[in-house]
């Protein structure tokens, strides 16, 4: 069974940071891209990052350009996604998913498998 589990989440100020950690198992996540999502109340889930196998990357948010960035260690079965300079509009459930063909899309349902989410909360 496929088990994620994003953690690293929770309350900062603003201009703060924050790492999280997508950990995956029962899976090898070699050859997979893992990409990472967030969803803020009232508004629909949209695509963070991703990062390919090969550890190209891909960023879907504008608003994140310069400020998150995405990693991943295949032999801990882990991704990262750091996140710098936060402010109070990042903040959302954040999701981590595996696309098992390698393909970094910021459509979701392009993913196989999702995490349940970890929260993110920036005040002001």
């Known amino acids: 069974e496929v088990q994620i589990v994003e953690s690293g989440g929770g309350l900062v100020q603003a201009g703060g940071s924050l790492k999280l950690s997508c950990v995956v198992s029962g899976y090898t996540i070699d050859d997979s891209a893992i990409g990472w999502f967030r969803q803020a109340p009232g508004k629909e889930r949209e695509g963070v990052s991703c990062?390919?196998?090969?550890?190209?990357?891909?960023h879907f948010l504008g608003a994140a350009e310069g400020r998150f960035s995405i990693s991943r260690d295949n032999a801990k079965g882990t991704v990262y996604l750091q996140m710098n300079n936060l402010q109070p509009e990042d903040t959302a459930v954040y999701f981590c998913a595996v696309d098992s063909l390698d393909y970094c899309s910021e459509w979701g349902h392009e993913y196989d498998y999702w995490g349940q989410g970890i929260q993110v909360t920036v005040s002001s």
């Open positions: 990062i390919k196998d090969s550890g190209s990357a891909a």
